[in-house]
């Protein structure tokens, strides 16, 4: 689509209100890994030296464990549901056919 159009042109920006709980490391780590250019770009190991992915702090994002929680909870009522739906297929895999 669009968005990774303008990623892979270098065009990406961090528009607010979305990233301004992210830090400007977190934000710099990106811009370094989505460097148009693959030679200038980071290897697996430099990328594990960035200065964000060092740091021994840890900030939550905001409104992340409520979303975390509500997706959890979808999740765990879809596997709820299929449990159902898996035994009401096996009931009726089970009962005896009578005879006409």
């Known amino acids: 689509g669009v968005l990774f159009e303008e990623i892979r042109s270098g ?4 528009p607010s ?7 400007q490391e977190a934000k ?4 370094t890994i989505l ?7 980071p ?3 430099e990328v594990l030296e960035h200065p964000w992915m060092r740091a021994t702090t840890t900030t939550e994002l905001a409104g992340f464990s ?13 596997q709820g549901i299929q449990g159902v739906l898996a035994a009401v297929r096996l009931t009726g895999a089970f009962v005896p056919k009578k005879d006409e």
């Open 43 to 45: 290897t697996a190991a």
């Open 66 to 78: 409520e979303q975390m929680k509500k997706f959890n909870a979808r999740r765990k009522f879809k």
């Open 17 to 23: 209100p979305y990233w301004d709980p992210v830090s």
């Open 35 to 41: 460097v148009t250019d693959p030679d200038k770009r």
């Open 11 to 14: 065009n990406y920006d961090f």
């Open 28 to 31: 710099d780590l990106i811009m």
